[in-house]
């Protein structure tokens, strides 16, 4: 087990305009769950391929147990990686599979079978052992990836999105096995994910990116009650967080004719666009049914065009009159008991405490 620490870390490719990662310092804890996420093309992967050797670090410094690895061999670092398409050998069992690393570094067989047994007893994967890949399940084969990596005892585990090959319903399964099975060896982890529902399940903390640029790191309770930019706001949380253009003016926010009541140094900003973000849960409904269409002075008035019904949760995307063209539907958060269907003209009142404000320029945000 050890701490990674990337100290302005800079990945360039020739002939990019710009870094595929820029100046990432990022400290990641002696047994931590860190999980990188960020849409395609942000540079959460090239920066785990920088930690595991396989990229060049083109600028700045990575660190492993305190020791400096940023020009070090990839069989240097003390570190095991799990892939997204799992990289078995289809010709070998289940057990050479997991022990063949030890092997070519010339571990005795006897303690060579005994970690591969330990890994095989901790993955549920004990009366496999003697199968081939192509003989085995999706989720059967991620855990044989995965025990590859265990016996090998690393300082730090990479994995490169390794449930993207999985089906929804397995996916879910495995994600809850692979946090269960990192808190047991308390061994560092780096997981890369595009999904931020993932993210937020798995990680003790969560490292958002975007263009190469490290944007907020923190638990994943805090980057969705208190995100530090636009961008974390709409990327972080399932739904998506409403991102609804506002003015301030006699110290509210007005969307639509609604007032929002603002913070003290917010409201200070007379005139000014800002951008108000209300998640889902934090709208509540006032009027509904189809002939209620007069919404009040403090309710947005809104059209639903769909019910999601999830079983225990319904979502209602419904559009303001100001968007026609529905570019920027409103989702609000069902309650059981609402009979809110496809056509109805609602209103929706805002908790004003669970409102959050961004500076429309920066992206910044400005509300406490």
Known sequence: MAQVR?????????????????????????????????????????????????????????????RDVTGDLPRDRDIAMVFQNYALYPHMSVADNMGFALKVARMPKEERTRRV??????????????????ALSGGQRQRVAMGRAIVRQPQVFCMDEPLS????????????????????????TVYVTHDQVEAMTMGDRVAVLKDGLLQQVDTPLALYERPANLFVAGFIGSPAMNLLPAEVADGVAVVDGCPVPLDREVAARAGERVVLGVRPHAWRVVTAGPGAGGATDCTLPVTVQVVEELGSD???????????????????????????????????????????VFDPGSGERLSA
Not at 14 to 31: F, K
Not at 172 to 184: D, G, P
Not at 318 to 347: I, M, N, Y
């Open 165 to 188: 090959n999985l089906d929804a319903k397995l996916r879910v399964s495995t994600r809850t096995q692979i946090a269960a099975l990192q808190q047991r060896l308390g061994t560092t």
């Open 314 to 356: 319904a979502f209602g995307y419904a559009v303001r009159p100001g968007d026609a063209a529905a570019t920027a539907p409103v989702v609000v958060r069902l309650e059981p008991h609402q009979t809110v269907t496809k056509g109805d003209r609602v209103g929706l009142a805002i908790d004003p405490g669970q409102v959050h």
């Open 117 to 134: 047994r330990e890994a095989a007893e901790l993955l549920d994967l004990t009366e496999v052992l003697e199968r081939r890949p192509k």
């Open 6 to 66: 990337f100290d302005h870390a800079e990945r360039r490719y020739p002939g990019a305009e710009r870094p595929a990662v820029q100046s990432l310092d990022l400290e990641i804890e002696d047994g931590e769950f860190m999980v990188l996420v960020g849409p395609s093309g942000c540079g959460k992967s090239t920066s785990l391929r920088m930690l595991a050797g396989l990229e060049e670090c083109t600028g700045g410094t990575i660190s492993i147990g305190g």
